[in-house]
């Protein structure tokens, strides 16, 4: 398909609005993906749009302005209008090239992101982007240290730290609840569909290997941010994956063999000392409140933490069990637990991290989930497939640009 290019014009300049506003011009590549579309486009740029922008310390105001960016002319084209959109293009190095456009954001599949990437860089674009960054550690590296030889500012999405119940966690946490942590146990995944007599809810690139698929390589740079961010991190991974169904069909209904992963069985030894230990499925039917839950054990009290849900249980509540395994147990443990309450709304944590990202644009400070952080990511998910290969723990140095 050639190119095709749809832009308003520049509008004029209205000086008597600069100090009160600033738009900001987003381009914004593969908004046609699942994730794209209804995370970054939908419930983040548009609603910051729609809310009349940021407010920044002062007073003023940060807007924003999409450029749909993408393969599809006429989907592109559909989806600003529906959106009441005035820009699209299937350009992207015309789109670089335009000043107006001052923030990259990436939502590719994999395998074409850091190729892309590298153009936003050379063409002095701030970069905002979803992880994994790249295919391999070292291109991540490269893409962090080309970044910041530019003095370029960047983002990667760490989405799951602004759930309200991780962020109900890190409450219980700055606040001291759990004394010493000793372990962190979590449980994510649900049953993927093989295709053939329901269709599948994901993409089937997600199962091949060759396409960049893998639940490992999806899964492992969320955990990688979670624990640094929360416990600490994560100095050593050994992990077990594999491809429990192998048989699945595409989005033309066509037979497929499984290449890549559809669970991988993670134990991970944080800096200070505990462990983490967290399954990942595709391939598991859900018999727990939400589809994440992380249970964290401390030598002062204990939580359960999902999307939304946190319950806590302190030392001076804990049972006393007895294992008998002749007479039936009636306790009800359920009820030793305390829900946390909200104390606060909690807004859609793509957007929440879009905003803070717009704020530390603007004003220039500094933005720790960078590309370097996106990169431990690539670097825990590398390693994870690695010890699955070799059958044994990789050891994890602290990741630096030097």
Not at 338 to 355: I, L
Request: overall charge negative; proline content about 4%.
């Amino acid at each position: 398909m050639s190119e095709t290019t749809t832009l308003a014009a520049a509008p004029a300049e209205t000086s008597a609005a600069r100090p009160h506003a600033r738009e900001i011009g987003i381009i914004m590549n593969g908004v046609s993906g699942r994730m794209g579309y209804r995370q970054h486009l939908v419930r983040s740029i548009l609603a910051i749009r729609d809310q009349g922008g940021v407010e920044l310390p002062d007073g003023t105001r940060v807007t924003v302005k999409p450029l749909l960016v993408g393969r599809n002319a006429v989907k592109l084209a559909e989806l600003a209008a529906a959106h009441g959109i005035e820009d699209c293009t299937t350009d992207l190095d015309a789109a670089l090239a335009d000043p107006r456009w001052e923030i990259y954001a990436d939502f590719l599949v994999t395998k074409a992101r850091a190729a892309a990437i590298r153009k936003a860089i050379a063409a002095g674009k701030a970069i905002y982007t979803e992880k994994p960054t790249a295919e391999s550690v070292d291109e991540a590296l490269e893409l962090a240290r080309l970044a910041g030889a530019a003095g370029i500012k960047t983002g990667v999405v760490h989405d799951k730290l602004y759930l309200p119940g991780l962020q109900k966690l890190r409450r219980l946490i700055d606040s001291g609840f759990f004394g010493r942590v000793l372990s962190i146990r979590g449980e994510f995944g649900y049953w993927v569909f093989e295709g053939d007599w329901q269709p599948a809810q994901r993409p089937s690139w997600n199962y091949r290997a060759e396409d960049g698929g893998g639940i490992i390589s999806d899964m492992f740079p969320h955990w990688n941010y979670v624990l640094e961010n929360l416990f600490g991190p994560v100095r050593s991974v050994y992990a077990q994956a594999a491809v429990h169904v192998a048989d699945r069909w595409d989005e033309n209904g066509d037979h497929y063999t499984a290449t890549a992963e559809d669970a991988a069985y993670g134990i991970f030894e944080l800096e200070g000392g505990a462990i983490a230990e967290i399954n990942s499925s595709w391939t598991v039917r859900v018999n727990r409140d939400e589809l994440v839950e992380f249970q964290v054990d401390g030598t002062h009290g204990s939580a359960v933490v999902g999307l939304f849900g946190a319950k806590i249980q302190h030392r001076n509540a804990t049972p006393k069990p007895v294992w008998n395994p002749d007479l039936a147990d009636t306790h009800d443990y359920g009820a030793d637990w305390a829900e946390v309450p909200a104390n606060d709304v909690f807004q859609n944590g793509f957007k929440q991290q879009w905003e803070d990202f717009l704020v530390s644009y603007v004003l220039g400070t500094p933005y720790e989930f960078d590309l370097l952080a996106g990169a431990r990511g690539v670097r825990l998910a590398e390693a994870g497939l690695r010890s699955s290969r070799e059958g044994r723990r990789i050891e994890l140095p602290a990741l630096t640009l030097e």
